[in-house]
């Protein structure tokens, strides 16, 4: 009988634990939300990752004046919401295929919307569509 409460109770902790990882996990995607919608564009970079330095150099050279967050500036809470937007970059279950995770950052928001990572905004601005997006969300009058 006590081995059963035990087992019982155990379950309860782990359950718990689980439940409190899973609220945890959910107040950071809410705040990664919140601080996406903030402004028109919001771009989630790291102080010294090249890429990031190629999108806001694209961003600023169109004349777009995005929200930037240094992730790495931001101590624990900068490593969750990394986390966090790795997954939202993720192919997820059922993407097919071997793919390469792709780097955490930079991640670009438009109109607080996920346009995506580098290869996505760069993809976009050769394409033409990155200007239409921008004007739309109202980073751009021209």
């Known amino acids: 009988m006590l081995r059963m409460?035990?087992?019982?109770?155990g379950?309860?902790?782990v359950g718990g634990m689980a439940e409190a990882v899973e609220h945890q996990e959910a107040a950071v995607y809410e705040r990664v939300a919140r601080m996406a919608g903030g402004n028109a564009v919001v771009v989630f970079s790291a102080s010294g990752c090249c890429m990031c330095h190629v999108v806001k150099r694209l961003l600023l050279?169109?004349?777009v004046g995005p929200t930037v967050?240094?992730?790495d500036q931001m101590g624990g809470a900068g490593r969750d919401i990394q986390a966090a937007l790795a997954q939202l970059l993720s192919p997820g279950p059922g993407g097919g295929g071997h793919h390469q995770q792709a780097p955490a950052v930079p991640v670009v928001f438009v109109g607080g919307r996920l346009?995506?990572?580098v290869e996505k905004v760069m993809a976009c601005h050769i394409?033409?569509?990155?200007?239409?997006l921008l004007k739309e969300a109202g980073a751009l009058w021209l």
């Open 115 to 117: 346009l995506g990572g």
């Open 127 to 132: 394409n033409g569509t990155l200007v239409p």
């Open 5 to 9: 409460q035990q087992q019982v109770e």
């Open 69 to 71: 967050y240094e992730l």
């Open 61 to 63: 050279g169109l004349g």
């Open 11 to 13: 379950a309860l902790v």
